[in-house]
């Protein structure tokens, strides 16, 4: 797989990082640790040479499986581990934000026991905890990175006020940001506030976390939460983003010979030649695709095509936010 410099720091990474949130099972169904020990080791032989997880991806799970995989396998030197902090869960799991300077020193603990690594490279303020100052987050952070800790500072699902507020005390290396080819609402602000700063954008849901392929026009598995929590699994939407689905997988096929997993992974870099996108896989053939990504491109007419497909298909686009944004300690339900 190619590779890029993370701008902003002295790492470089494969083209695409692998994700771990449906590894932890949590919202997406369970998941089988075996399986998911061996779809890391196959990203491992497809090139992958970075993996982003985070704490409460199955409450500890993912990342102790992203820990025991990689202890196997030997090659902690050679691979970027990308982890987030600042959630919390009450006893019956219930996730909530929590940026307080105690909770992301303890997950710090957890995160480096779990992973079986005395560092991290790239850890993320998982979402902005309005219910504690900017400061004790930014400072525990900066903390975390003065000890050697942590490699690089994260931020993810941040506004450019946020990140400002946030680098009046420590400087954001890395932002990480929902973007695929149904989820563009950061070519708005956020991807004209960094063009001019030297920091890595990690974006997330490759694949709109399934959606785009084309067993979402039949056969994906929606009774998990990060689907039947999605306005665009459910109508009216659902039927206009199938539509675009059909129309995405006759232009991939007429134009490439490809399939629409092929095009969402493909228009990700050729978009964003700096961009690092983060695609989870499940099962070790969903990785097999891998391979088939390096031997087309898509030019100035494709990207047009494409945005002309979306624009005629989906009337009411909607984002990740409505149902993925996790809510403040007093605004759960007791
Ligand atoms: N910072 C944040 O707030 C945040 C939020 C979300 C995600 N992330 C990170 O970004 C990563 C990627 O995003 P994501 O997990 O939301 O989902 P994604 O990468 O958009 O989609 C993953 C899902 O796509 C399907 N898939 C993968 N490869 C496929 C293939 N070759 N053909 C057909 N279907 C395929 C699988 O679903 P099925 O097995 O069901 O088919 C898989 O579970 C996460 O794992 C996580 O590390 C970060």
């Not at 459910?234 to 095009?263: C, I, W």
């Not at 992974?265 to 891998?290: G, K, N, S, Y």
Request: overall charge negative; hydrophobic content about 35%; proline content about 5%.
């Amino acid at each position: 797989m190619d590779s890029i410099d993370l701008p902003g720091t002295d790492m470089r990474s494969s083209r695409f990082a692998l994700g771990t949130w449906p590894i932890g099972g949590a919202m997406w169904g369970g998941s089988d640790e075996k399986e998911s020990i061996c779809t890391i080791h196959k990203a491992l032989e497809c090139g992958f040479t970075c993996i982003d997880t985070a704490d409460d991806y199955g409450f500890g799970k993912a990342e102790e499986t992203v820990g025991k995989a990689v202890k196997q396998a030997g090659l902690r030197d050679k691979i970027l581990l990308s982890d987030k902090c600042a959630l919390n869960w009450t006893s019956d799991q219930q996730l909530y934000r929590d940026g307080s300077r105690k909770r992301i020193l303890e997950e710090a603990e957890n995160a480096l026991r779990h992973l079986q690594t005395d560092y991290i490279d790239l850890y993320h303020v998982h979402w902005p905890d309005p219910s504690t100052p900017m400061q004790e987050t930014a400072q525990a952070m900066q903390e975390l990175r003065d000890s050697g800790k942590i490699r690089a500072v994260g931020v993810s699902n941040f506004t450019p006020d946020q990140i400002n507020e946030f680098e009046q005390i420590c400087r954001a290396d890395v932002i990480q940001p929902p973007y695929n080819l149904f989820e563009r609402g950061i070519e708005e602000e956020l991807i004209p506030f960094l063009e001019d700063r030297d920091v890595t954008v990690m974006t997330f849901s490759a694949l709109c976390r399934g959606m785009l392929s084309t067993s979402s026009l039949d056969d994906k598995q929606q009774d998990i939460f990060v689907r039947s929590a999605d306005p665009k699994w459910q109508e009216p939407r659902l039927t206009q983003y199938r539509s675009a689905l059909h129309m995405l997988e006759d232009f991939a096929r007429d134009n490439y010979g490809k399939h629409v997993v092929h095009l969402a992974l493909r228009w990700l870099i050729d978009r964003e030649e700096t961009h690092l996108p983060i695609w989870a896989a499940r099962h070790p053939e969903q990785l097999d695709v891998v391979t088939e990504l390096w031997n087309f491109s898509l030019d100035d007419a494709a990207m047009k095509e494409i945005d002309r497909i979306l624009l005629d298909t989906i009337k009411d686009p909607i984002g990740p936010e409505s149902f993925m944004a996790p809510p403040l300690r007093n605004e759960l339900e007791q």
